[in-house]
């Protein structure tokens, strides 16, 4: 299994072109199942997340075709055309959707498009218990009759889906997904109470109207859906990755130096900036960039807690506990959307932080600085959070279980190492 070794204690210069968001790309892809026409995406990033969906899309009948292997192209992202006149299979397997919890996106457009859909419980990250009621609860809604047998949900309409009033007891990105792609093609009026205000969720409602949806209340927490009978093809850019930009953003905080993030929005990361600010780091917004620069003082204890958007985002959490584990003075996080999301605490503390947690809470005391180990990647955003850890740690950390990392970050060693820092990928065959 690969590693990545990381050598800190380099200030990191220059700039870092961002890629397009892997949670805004794999709703959108899915969206190809709601139409028989082609359905262009640009800037999709290269991760094994978007390949699993792929696999996925490709064995329900969805003929794919990409170009931009390039490197210039790449670096510009990709350019994925999906096309599926008819759709071969309605099952989604436990193989595909226990790798990864997005695949459960496939069930609305299944649903809505052949009026049955039979998919495997999804499995994902292991950061808490993080079940699928709120997707049943919008299907249902819609007049759909769900049935629960050996790990599969099976969930039909056979005479088509009904507008109707989907109110969600609390915020749910995918559940809101999979509510509006089923609500599309769905007949009559639908109204979704709670919905995510996610930037991604604003993406897929961008690509469904472009294909012919029609949606009132982007960004709102009230959505409106009036059904169409089809939806046609469509061209869409993917936006920026909020995550990978607020992660980058992090960097020199931890690390010093200053860096400009590219073909990003500011606007994506607006809950980070007070708080990078707060810690004592300069930001400078600019038209599609963001500069980040340490002045090398000692970084100041925040506290925050994580919400839905525009909220401080979950999955920022844990790489703003690596900028804190130095920063003087006490912090406190609160995690408020995943009940077990501080697994990347005990690698932290083995690395020399200063960390106790209590229930939802934890307690971050900055020390000096933190001492490089050999430490282990648990899931996607806590392998990020030790990956900063190491930029700015005194000695070498092996970052061991990279494949979370490369579910949702593209070309990590080469992004940063191209701005100073010692990091290369060992691969999993070469003995050290
Ligand atoms: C998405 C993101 C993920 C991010 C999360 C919260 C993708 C592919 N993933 O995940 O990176 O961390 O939003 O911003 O976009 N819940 C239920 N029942 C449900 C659905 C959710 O109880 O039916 C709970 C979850 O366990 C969690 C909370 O609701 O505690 C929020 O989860 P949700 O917004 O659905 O996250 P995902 O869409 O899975």
Redesign the pocket.
């Known amino acids: 299994m690969d590693r990545i070794l990381i050598r800190g204690g380099h200030p990191l210069h220059g700039d870092i072109q961002i890629s397009g968001a892997?949670?805004a790309a794999?709703?959108l892809m899915v969206a190809c199942l709601l139409t028989d026409e082609p359905l262009h995406l640009s800037n999709i990033p290269h991760l094994v997340d978007t390949a699993q969906m792929a696999t996925l899309l490709a064995q329900l009948g969805v003929d794919i075709s990409m170009t931009g292997s390039g490197e210039e192209e790449a670096a510009a992202g990709r350019m994925i055309t999906l096309s599926v006149r008819d759709i071969r299979r309605t099952t989604a397997p436990y193989d595909i959707v226990r790798k990864m919890?997005?695949s459960f996106l496939v069930t609305g457009p299944l649903l809505a498009r052949c009026g049955k859909a039979r998919v495997s419980l999804p499995g994902?990250c292991a950061i808490?218990?993080?079940?699928?009621?709120?997707?049943?609860h919008a299907f249902e809604a819609l007049g759909a009759q769900i049935t629960l047998e050996d790990g599969y949900v099976l969930a039909e309409a056979p005479r088509g889906l009904k507008g109707g009033r989907i109110a969600f007891p609390?915020?749910?990105?995918?559940?809101t997904e999979n509510a509006l792609m089923a609500a599309v093609l769905a007949d009559g009026e639908t109204v979704i109470e709670n919905a995510?205000r996610?930037p991604?969720i604003g993406d897929l409602i961008k690509c469904l109207m472009a294909m012919g949806a029609h949606i009132e209340g982007a960004g709102t927490s009230i959505l409106r859906v009036q059904g169409r009978d089809r939806l046609h093809g469509a061209t869409h850019a993917v936006l920026p990755d909020r995550i990978e930009t607020g992660t980058y953003a992090m960097a020199p905080a931890v690390a010093g130096g200053r860096l400009t993030l590219r073909r990003t929005d500011p606007q994506l990361i607006g809950a980070l900036i007070p708080v990078l600010e707060a810690v004592g780091v300069s930001v400078e917004l600019g038209d599609g960039e963001v500069t980040v620069s340490s002045d090398g003082h000692p970084l100041r204890a925040v506290d925050i807690q994580t919400e839905?958007y525009p909220g401080f985002?979950?999955?920022l959490q844990a790489q703003l506990m690596a900028l804190l584990a130095t920063a003087q003075g006490k912090s406190h996080i609160r995690e408020t959307?995943?009940?077990n999301r501080f697994m990347h605490v005990p690698e932290l503390i083995r690395m020399g932080a200063d960390v106790t947690v209590d229930g939802d809470k934890a307690v971050i005391t900055g020390v000096k600085r933190l001492k490089g180990a050999p430490v282990m990647a648990t899931d996607l955003r806590a392998s990020m959070c030790l990956v900063l850890a190491g930029l700015g740690a005194e000695g070498e950390t092996v970052v061991n279980r990279v494949y979370h990392l490369d579910r949702g970050f593209e070309r990590i060693e080469e992004k940063l190492g191209q701005c100073g820092a010692e990091i290369v990928r060992v691969r999993g065959d070469v003995a050290r």
């Open positions: 892997k949670n794999l709703p919890r997005a994902g808490g218990a993080r079940p699928v009621d709120l997707h049943l609390f915020v749910s990105v995918g559940a995510a996610e991604e839905p985002p979950t999955d959307i995943f009940e």
